[in-house]
C-alpha cells in the first residue's frame, strides 16, 4: 500500500499504477496461471475505483499477460511452448541488433554503472528469500540501460513490450541460487565485451544468456501443459 501511495504522489497515471501492481502480483504469484484476475479484490486491497482496474486490465491484455476467456472472465495467461519459442525468437533479433549499436556509444561512466547493478543483483541472488520485484526491477535497469545507447527508442519499445508479454514466468528464471549467479556471470560477460566495444562477443555473451533463459522457461511451460 505504502508503494501505492508513492506512486501517486509521484503523479504517476492511476491506470498505470493498477497495471504495476497487477503486474507485479502476477510475478510474485499471488494471482496464478488460469486464476481470475478479480476486481472487486483489487479495488479493496487498493482502494480504488473499478474504472482504474478495467482499463490496466485490458491494457495486460493487449500485453499479452492476460486473456479472457467465455464464462470465465480475465484470466492470468498460461504460456505455450510455441508462444515461448516465438517471443524469444523476435527478442533475440532485436536484442542484438541493439547492443552491437549500443557498443557503438558505451562509455567508462556507463560500464561503472552496469557493474554496480548487476552486483546489487548478485547480492540479491545469495539472499535465501529472494525479493523478485527488486530483482526484476534491476535486471530491467541492466539491459536497458545498454539497449537505450543504441538510441532506438522504438525497437526499445517494442522489446520492452516482448519482456511484459512473458513477465509472469520471471520467477522461474531466479528458483536457485545457482541460476541466479549464473545470470550474474552472463552479465559480466556482457559488461566485458561492452567496455571492448567488441561486437562479436557481445553478440555471442546476449544469444548465450538468451538461449538459457528460453531453456528455463520452456522447461517450465512443458512442465505446466
Known sequence: MEKIKKQISNKKSMVDIVTEFIRDSI??????????????KIAEEISISRTPIREAIRKLE???LLELLPRRGFMVKAYRTKEIREIYEVREILEIKIIKTACEDVDNKMIKKLRMINKKLSKLFEEEKKDVLKIKKLNEDFHFLIYKA??????????????????????QLFTTKEQGMNTYKEHEEIIDALEKKDKKKAEKCLRKH????????????????
Do not use: A, P, Q
Open 150 to 171: 543504441s538510441g532506438n527508442e522504438i525497437i526499445c519499445e517494442i522489446v520492452k513490450n516482448l519482456w511484459h508479454k512473458i513477465s509472469g514466468l520471471f520467477i
Open 210 to 225: 538468451l538461449k538459457l533463459n528460453e531453456d528455463i522457461l520452456l522447461k517450465y511451460s512443458k512442465l505446466k501443459n
Open 62 to 64: 493487449t500485453e499479452g
Open 27 to 40: 510475478i510474485e504469484r499471488k494471482i496464478s496461471f488460469n486464476e481470475k484476475v478479480s476486481m472487486r
